[in-house]
């Protein structure tokens, strides 16, 4: 009986170190999410100001194309590549997107209107 009961004494003891290592291996594992987790959420805060940042400088931008005559802003824009150029038209007020598009060709005021028509 004695012989039986050590047996079964070894077969716990393997269990408990098995359980242990489980443990382990699963702490081990959280730590390592803990610290992409950290990782991730300043990504996420520097990507936040870079956001703020783009936001800004486009607004500044923005602002002086509406503050610059529709003569002025309309070869500067045909002159910029269609993404950029829509994301500053379609952000203008209604009455300086009309006046720069009757300073550009009827051609790119088309082009432009059926463009943002798609947005």
């Keep these: 009986q004695i012989v039986t009961l050590q047996a079964k004494i070894q077969q716990k003891e393997v269990e408990i170190d098995q359980l242990q290592s489980q443990i382990d291996s699963a702490s081990s594992e959280k730590d390592t999410l803990l610290t992409e987790q950290e990782r991730l959420l300043f990504e996420i805060e520097k990507l936040k100001r870079e956001q703020v940042e783009t936001h800004k400088d486009f607004n500044e931008i923005l602002s002086t194309f509406e503050k610059m005559s529709a003569k002025t802003a309309?070869?500067?824009?045909?002159?910029m590549s269609d993404t950029e150029a829509l994301r500053i038209l379609s952000s203008m007020k209604p009455d300086t997107l009309s006046a720069i598009f009757t300073k550009m060709s009827?051609?790119?005021?088309?082009?432009?209107?059926?463009?943002?028509?798609?947005?």
């Design 74 to 79: 309309a070869p500067i824009l045909i002159q």
């Design 106 to 119: 009827p051609v790119d005021a088309a082009r432009y209107t059926e463009l943002l028509a798609q947005q």
